[in-house]
């Protein structure tokens, strides 16, 4: 007989830590911000800010999608 996969290892259990997901969602919101300050007014301030609000969220996504992976 085959054995069944174990389907609850830690690794799946620290990947689901809901802190992970908060980090996520809080790098979504940030880089959302980031692409609507793109379209609101054409400056160079506005838009170098912009940019640099659109890189802190992805960098917050990246953080939290590494985590995953990395468990």
Do not use: D
Not at 49 to 63: E, H, M, P, T
């Amino acid at each position: 007989m085959e054995q069944k996969p174990i389907y609850n290892t830690k690794s799946m259990q620290s990947a689901n830590e809901l802190s992970i997901y908060r980090t996520l969602l809080l790098g979504i919101i940030i880089a959302t911000v980031g692409v609507f300050l793109r379209f609101v007014h054409e400056s160079p301030t506005l838009s170098l800010i912009s940019w640099i609000i659109l890189f802190v969220g992805a960098a917050f996504c990246f953080k939290a999608v590494f985590r995953i992976l990395g468990s």
